[in-house]
């Protein structure tokens, strides 16, 4: 046996049980010129799993993004809404925690992957921060590009498997909000990440048809896997059941939870069904349909 050899995590199983209720996420501040918050907030759901936040004085979106480790590479998905790294600095932050995974987890060789929940610029500005970086491949977002790479061109309904080492996320094809949207579900963690599909706040719809199959999906896919929290990219809601904060707001003393739950899937399907063929404005306790 070779004593120098690193041991491998068993992601095997599930993590635990864990939760989410509690954290506090930065949400700007009355003055952005003196917010005093970090460019990037990290919040460590397990020793494997982070989940990061863009601060709102940088960009008005706040968008989170999500850092899986398994064995042999992590996975970044998404990054945020800034290019520069001056003011979002999310290459150091990522080779950051990378280091101090790779302090307790010596190995050699580890990689990063960079994926996309959908195409739109507040998911994707981050990426030139990555080129470059060794042992890196950043899977565009474009459409051609990454449903090539899951495999989605040749058959949407797929489900993908990224295999992180030990640890297999399950990709699915989920246009409507975006044609090139994607949803990964980690079994680790039970996440169902579901970018700008299903979060609390105004869930643009592009395309109805589209998107009404979408949410079918994925409450069946949900019915058979161990799904802890639905995780979406942003928090737009209050605390007041309907009501939202004015687009491009940059301060959100007032927020809701950032997840979600299986159940939301059902009642974005019931406002699916009320609205009938007439899509139109409607909203929910978490979350608010708006045809695009």
């Known amino acids: 046996m070779d004593d120098s050899a690193p041991s491998p995590v068993d992601f095997s199983g599930a993590s635990g049980p864990r939760g989410l209720d ?5 949400h700007g501040s009355p003055s952005a010129k003196h917010n005093t918050d970090p460019d990037i907030q990290v919040h460590a759901y397990d020793e494997h799993t982070f989940i990061l936040r ?26 945020g809404a800034t290019e520069s ?81 030990g640890r297999v996320l399950e990709c699915l094809a989920t246009p409507g909000h975006h044609e090139t949207a994607v949803t990964f579900h980690d079994p680790w963690t039970g996440f169902l990440l579901t970018g700008d599909t299903v979060y609390p706040g105004r869930l643009y719809v592009q395309d109805w048809a589209a998107f009404t199959r979408t949410i ?4 069946e896919f949900s019915a058979h896997r161990p799904v802890t929290h639905v995780l979406g990219c942003h928090i737009e809601m209050t605390r007041e059941p ?12 007032d927020e809701p939870p950032l ?18 063929d007439e899509p139109r404005r409607h909203a929910g306790t978490d979350f608010i349909l708006c045809p695009d």
């Open 54 to 79: 863009q601060n709102m004085a940088v960009n008005y979106e706040g968008p989170f993004l999500f850092l899986l480790f398994g064995n042999e590479r992590a996975v970044l998905i998404d990054t």
């Open 242 to 253: 309907g009501v939202d904060y004015p687009i491009r707001t940059t301060y959100q003393p």
């Open 85 to 165: 790294a001056e003011f979002f600095p999310l290459r150091r932050v990522v080779d950051g925690l990378v280091a101090d995974w790779l302090t307790r987890n010596p190995r050699d060789g580890y990689g990063l992957l960079v994926l996309h929940t959908h195409a739109h610029g507040d998911h994707v500005a981050g990426d030139a921060q990555f080129a470059g970086r060794p042992d890196t491949t950043v899977v565009g977002a474009g459409l051609a590009t990454a449903w090539e790479y899951f495999g989605f061109a040749a058959d949407p309904d797929a489900v993908a498997r990224v295999d992180l080492g």
């Open 22 to 26: 509690g954290v506090r996420w930065i």
């Open 216 to 219: 079918d999906r994925l409450i």
């Open 259 to 276: 997840q979600l739950t299986t159940g939301h899937l059902h009642a974005i399907r019931a406002a699916i069904t009320e609205l009938g």
